[in-house]
């Protein structure tokens, strides 16, 4: 079956450390990106990517890094500088071209304390 | 940046019933698309409705689109138990090249059997 895999479900973290979730994809989609979720909120764009070594910031980029080494592959690193990590985080991917929906991961929910 | 706004924040309504929600954006699009979210899950694409189309439907589902006044309504017919969940718009930019949708806050949406 072809999707996006997010890994781990669930992520506790001591402040001060950093953090990465993985995030793969079998749907040979060269788009891929980053959301965050936070309660009541919708999803904000950390990162994204359209191509093999190449990603762009969104919205709140701040305190987070991505790597794309790999088109199934975009994982995401939640650093120390991030002042309110704590939130679930979403992984995306899609064709590239405009009009292209989105297919979504089942998130991986990172508590900080 | 949020460029979708969603109406109501929260509805709940009897099975059998039509629920409707409403979104708002901000700025010209290229296209507009509604997502279903289930509590703890990832997003899942629903419908897909371009800029110059005005009403769109799937199964259950009648998506209209207003340019001029740059809104969007989402209508679900003869709701079940099973549609619960949290529904969001996403908007596409009418600019060139693969920019990433922009979600709203979503509707909750809660259908009581």
Request: hydrophobic share 30%.
């Amino acid at each position: 079956d072809g999707g996006i895999t997010q890994s781990p479900k669930y992520l506790f973290r001591k402040e001060g450390q950093n953090v990465t979730l993985s995030c793969e994809q079998n749907l040979n989609h060269d788009a891929m990106y980053w959301y965050r979720q936070d309660p009541g909120q919708g999803l904000r764009l950390i990162y994204y990517s359209q191509i093999v070594n190449d990603f762009q910031k969104g919205d709140i980029a701040e305190g987070y890094s991505v790597s794309r080494e790999k088109k199934e592959s975009f994982p995401l690193t939640v650093t120390s500088a991030q002042k309110n990590p704590t939130a679930f985080y979403l992984c995306a991917s899609s064709m590239t071209g405009v009009a292209s929906p989105l297919h979504f991961g089942n998130g991986t929910r990172l508590t900080v304390t | 940046s949020q460029q979708g706004e969603e109406d109501p924040q929260a509805l709940s309504i009897q099975e059998g019933e039509n629920a409707t929600m409403n979104c708002s954006y901000k700025t010209s699009i290229n296209n507009l698309q509604w997502y279903r979210q289930n509590s703890g899950r990832g997003l899942v694409h629903l419908i897909l409705i371009r800029s110059n189309e005005r009403e769109k439907h799937s199964g259950r589902l009648r998506v209209t689109l207003d340019t001029s006044k740059k809104s969007s309504s989402l209508l679900i017919t003869a709701s079940r138990a099973a549609d619960t969940a949290s529904y969001f718009c996403a908007t596409g930019a009418l600019v060139s090249g693969n920019t990433p949708l922009v979600f709203g806050k979503g509707t909750r949406l809660s259908v009581i059997a």
